[in-house]
């Protein structure tokens, strides 16, 4: 296992941690999450540039970094929506789009012929993290109000113009329209996936 590879599973092994840490009570428990959030955020940037750098770009590292990515971002999500910061129709969306990219991309590996990637798919990506940072940041300045017994205005403020929602309104619509061009991209796979998946549920005429 090479060295990026090894950083997207450290990844994938410091979402439950920033998790964990999320739910508990007090400030500094937050923080803490916080701080697991952003080495394992770094992380993606890293081995994605040491795969890069030292020619470390496999077949299997093409599958799990991103696989990662939505790891890490959905479990952010799936916590905000618990602790009531987003909605759960944007969590859903969300979530079922990369449930279906990871199918798709796993279909793919399979057949031994790796999916189309697209460009905007690392944008997303990164709205999404910088997302979970907006939503984060908010969250913290909230807990260290309510511990000092205060009211903080912006945060009022932004709370009465639905600043969070709106912001993941726009997350979604990007989320939505790379998922549509990435299975544009690979029709070929889709294609033949779903005709696997209409062979496996339908029965031929000689079966029945």
């Known amino acids: 296992m090479n060295l990026p590879t090894r950083l997207t599973v450290l990844r994938i092994i410091l979402t439950p941690v920033f998790v964990y840490l999320l739910f508990h009570d007090g400030l500094y428990y937050k923080l803490a999450s916080f701080f697991v ?6 992380t993606d940037w890293y081995d ?3 795969a890069k750098k030292y020619g470390y770009v496999t077949i299997w590292g093409k599958f799990l970094d991103p696989l990662a990515d939505k790891i890490l971002v959905s479990a952010a999500f799936i916590s905000f929506t618990v602790l009531d910061y987003v909605k759960l129709w944007v969590v859903v969306t969300i979530v079922l789009r990369d449930f279906l990219i990871t199918i798709l991309r796993s279909y793919a590996m399979f057949r031994k ?6 460009y905007l798919a ?13 939503v984060f940041a908010f969250l913290l300045v909230e807990e260290f109000a ?10 009022e403020y932004l709370k009465k113009v639905e600043f969070i929602d709106k912001l993941m309104i726009i997350v979604v619509i990007l989320t939505v329209y790379t998922g549509v061009k990435y299975f544009f991209y690979n029709k070929t796979h889709l294609s033949s996936l779903l005709k696997a998946f209409y062979r496996l549920f339908v029965p031929s005429d000689s079966q029945s």
């Open 37 to 42: 959030y952003v080495i394992a955020s770094l």
């Open 48 to 50: 994605g540039y040491i």
């Open 113 to 118: 012929h790796p999916v189309n990637t697209i």
């Open 122 to 134: 690392r944008v997303k990506t990164f709205f999404q993290m910088g997302a979970v940072y907006v």
């Open 146 to 155: 309510k511990e000092k017994g205060m009211t903080i205005a912006a945060i």
